[in-house]
């Protein structure tokens, strides 16, 4: 069956860093979504990709989707104690269920 | 933002004893969904659930599991006779109008088995 991995699966930064994920699907996508988790909460929706090499930034963070549509990262530039949580891609293999990476979970020390 | 509310948020049974999760997804949704989430660990798929009836389902959704949506509100998630195993929190979520629309989680319930 379908599988996606993220790494690393741990990421700890000083607050003004910057950081990246990286998630790799065993197939190929049709669309990948971005989760957030804060620690004891539930995962918020942060953004889909659907284009071969699409590129979307939201303010301090930028979601590439690769050239083959089995590889996503998302790059959080200057970090802040705000963006603490784990980061899950979610990947669309063209059927009717997303399939959840394992996460990173990032630390920011002040 | 409309939210999906699931209740209780926590629920404590003995091993063998049945649980109904609650959800009450999004008004205007059509897609359902329930996760769980071991302690630390992936958001793991169960279940989707479309026009009354499950469109997929996990090796994790086995016998034991069934889901209903009774009255086009709520969207239940039951486990006949619950294991040590299924202790986790079970987030429900809802989509809009179509498979690839972002999910809506709710906050999750804790379910802990003894």
């Known amino acids: 069956g379908q599988q996606v991995m993220q790494i690393p699966q741990y990421q700890h930064v000083q607050e003004g860093e910057d950081f990246t994920t990286y998630c790799n699907s065993s197939?190929?996508?049709?669309?990948i979504q971005w989760y957030k988790q804060r620690p004891g909460g539930h995962p918020v929706f942060l953004i889909q990709?659907?284009?071969?090499?699409e590129v979307k930034k939201q303010k301090r963070l930028t979601f590439q989707f690769g050239e083959a549509k089995k590889n996503s990262s998302l790059h959080i530039t200057a970090t802040q104690t705000t963006d603490v949580g784990t980061y899950f891609c979610?990947?669309?293999?063209?059927?009717?269920?997303?399939?959840f990476g394992p996460g990173t979970r990032l630390s920011v020390l002040p | 933002e409309p939210e999906v509310t699931q209740t209780p948020s926590h629920q404590v049974t003995q091993m063998g004893q049945e649980v109904i999760l609650r959800c009450v997804p999004i008004?205007?949704?059509?897609?359902f969904y329930w996760y769980r989430q071991i302690l630390g660990q992936k958001v793991e798929f169960l279940v989707s659930?479309?026009?009354?009836?499950?469109?997929?389902k996990s090796e994790i959704f086995d016998d034991q599991f069934s889901v209903e949506r009774p009255d086009g509100s709520n969207f239940t998630l039951k486990i006949r006779s619950t294991k040590l195993e299924d202790s986790a929190m079970y987030f429900c979520?809802?989509?809009?109008?179509?498979?690839?629309?972002?999910?809506?989680f709710g906050s999750g319930t804790q379910l802990s088995v003894l």
């Open positions: 979610a990947g669309l293999n063209y059927g009717q269920n997303f399939v």
């Open positions: 197939t190929t996508l049709s669309n």
């Open positions: 990709l659907v284009k071969s090499g």
């Open positions: 008004s205007n949704h059509l897609y």
């Open positions: 659930f479309y026009n009354n009836e499950i469109s997929e």
């Open positions: 979520a809802s989509a809009g109008t179509s498979w690839a629309e972002k999910l809506f």
